[in-house]
């Protein structure tokens, strides 16, 4: 790849509006959001809420920007006439090898899919290599052959890279970056602010494989389970679903922070309200048993291979048969609809006929013991 | 899970509820005592079923929330040495001390650890002989046993390099402690199934005869706690005070001697500080003198942190059902659920954390707002 | 359960919960035998689970839901009187987890 992406606010093109403010270190817009923290603290990596007021209050004001405060897993930016998703992610797990996967195709899929929930299709990936001095070259090498791998079945290419060696006790063997672009097809318009009142919420199957699988080799919480992550590019998925309509309005990957991180995200950028019925949503025994052994909610657990989709009432029965008939979406299940109603909050109808507010985790699920 | 699911089956809630509404003649309050049960209750809207007349008041029982704040800032100091490897069971973490809480410590460089049972707390220490190994020690009488088991084996194993911070309460004071209040409310008590696995059942006659309020052993599952409120109801519509075990598949009379020898032998009973509630007599557990040496108080000279309750909280008050958590001038402006001054608003079960929530519901928020606390 | 082990001198059992395996500690419940159930927290196995009352307790459900039947839907009740949300359809059937800190745990063949 040779072009050099420019500046999206210069552009005068980029899809989304609205100006940054300056920032304001006396005074943030959000109560307490980083002088209660003044250092940081791992849940403001946890996809939460603290995660999304380290962007809202910090990042994004010092950089300025239009496209940024989109908010969306990916950006979208045009450029030379063309419209393109951009997003990068880190990739920090813990252990690098888990059950169905390990950080190398983590740190192709997710990239893929974050472009894939802007519509597009993955392009091009640059990674980068964060190594810590002493790490076996042999698990270098797996992690480069699993990633290899994952771009070929992606239909992606790894085009640019960097490799940086810490010291050894300064890293975690190693950490991943990638960013990736791909085009977003014309007439497709898929972000977090157009869920809209009527839209139907779709999962794209069973939820909360990937954080169980991790959980389950973790030290410390060890336990013996079947479990394998459900790592996977969803970007295929997606082309299917935008076969049957391009008016698909939003769609997520519901990673940290799992399914409720997700759709709250979505019920917050838009503005609406979601209900969810909690029947609907596909637990497999597993993860719900090790869930209750550990005291954690399946809907905050992680997903590294599931969409969750916004789509206009009328296209809905069609988008579910189109994602039944492919493989990544066998599962697929109508979860609830957006409502216009408690407007930026999800709440879901229980089993049992309740009510309950499925609230934006503040940072990470930590297991509870009451 | 076998026995698991069976007892979540939204199917045989109607038959529960039905029973209920047939029974009931008038309005009641009713106390569940476990944070766990009260998990239950919001997690699954079991409260919204249930007939107008019957009230649930959500206890003071998850013990993350009513470990006091001196104990919490003893944490944090412990926590902050370089030496120290402080373990702790997850939902810990996020509980703030005077000014920081133990995510705040592992920040800035404190090895603070999420383990799922003290004995894998006892391991870290048999694998780090040279650091020193601390396990958070809370929890009701069914934490008390694996807590007591692993003070034990630690001496057993020699493994010098394990202590414990202890902050164990016990339920029937509490209950004597609500009872006895002025203006209490609570006309029945949902005890915690769990609890009687290992006491048994012989401390709560004597309360149910005192106070002549019926007690119900009740289980976890949803329809665990519907079969709890008929039998309490049931008793209530009839002028009955017993107790009753409606949790018979884990509770036996007799609760779990071995648990209970151990109980004995590591621990003793002492007063104890609820966060928000303050000081109940006898409601507390700490380290026999014979394991005096292994606990972390002593071991690490914290016994002078002396911290007071901010005077602000009024979450006692909550707890017992005389006030609305919207009625305390700290509510939601200097008391949040991010802030929380009191044990009500820590936990996402607490009455005030769970109002604070439901308020931001739109309709059903009239009826939702009504429930934790009447 | 599934399997008995010991450990640094302690009685550990393997126990299934439901397909996720962990190890349990059985000092409290030493007689447990293979296939049993028991109330586990944090590790420990605190108290044998009586089958037979589970079955029972059961059936009394059963049987008050057979009762009410003949009284109508309870269900059409609650939605009148309470805060549930307007659902159209009936509800797809997959389960939803409960997070109860505590787990019968089930013995694996």
Known sequence: MADTVTNPAASGTATVPGAAPAPDFSNWSCPLPLRDHPRVVMGHGGGGAMSAELVANLFAPAFGGTALAGLGDSATVALGGARLAFSTDSYVVRPLFFPGGGIGDLAVNGTVNDLAMSGARAAYLSCGFILEEGVEMAVVGRIAETMGAAARAAGVEIVTGDTKVVESGRGDGVYVNTAGIGLVPAGVDIRPQRAAPGDVVIVSGEIGLHGVAIMSVREGLEFGARVESDCAALGGLVEAMLAVTQDIHVLRDPTRGGLGAAVNEIASAAGVGVALRERAIPVPDQVASACAILGLDPMYVANEGKLVAFVPRDQADAVLAAMHAHPLGARAAVIGECVDDHHGMVVARTAFGGTRVVDLPLGEQLPRIC | MKYLAEFQNPDLAKGLLDDIRATVTRPWALMEVCGGQTHTIIRHGIDQLLPDEVELIHGPGCPVCVTPLEVIDKALEIASRPEVIFCSFGDMLRVPGTDRDLFRVRGEGGDVRVVYSPLDALEIARENPHREVVFFGIGFETTAPPNAMTVHQARKQNIRNFSMLVSHVRVPPAIEAIMTSADCRVQGFLAAGHVCSVMGTAEYPELAEKFRVPIVVTGFEPLDILEGVRRTVRQLERGEHTVDNAYPRAVRPEGNPAARAMLEDVFEVTDRAWRGIGVIPQSGWRLSDKYRDQDAEHRFDVTGINTCEPSACRSGEVLQGLLKPNECEAFGTTCTPRTPLGATMVSSEGACAAYYLYRRLGTPAANREASPVG | ?109
């Open chain 3, 1 to 109: 359960m599934t399997r008995i082990l010991e450990r640094d001198g302690t009685r550990m059992a393997v126990m299934d919960f439901g397909g996720v395996e962990k190890d349990v500690c059985l000092e409290y419940l030493p007689d447990l035998r293979v296939d049993e159930y028991a109330i586990v927290h944090v590790g420990f196995a605190l108290q044998r689970l009586d089958e037979e009352s589970a079955r029972k307790t059961l059936g009394l459900f059963e049987e008050l839901g057979l009762l009410q039947e003949e009284f109508g839907d309870p269900w059409e009740a609650a939605a009148a009187s309470g805060p549930a949300l307007e659902w159209a359809a009936a509800d797809a059937a997959a389960g939803a987890a409960s997070a109860a800190a505590t787990a019968s745990a089930e013995a694996d063949r």
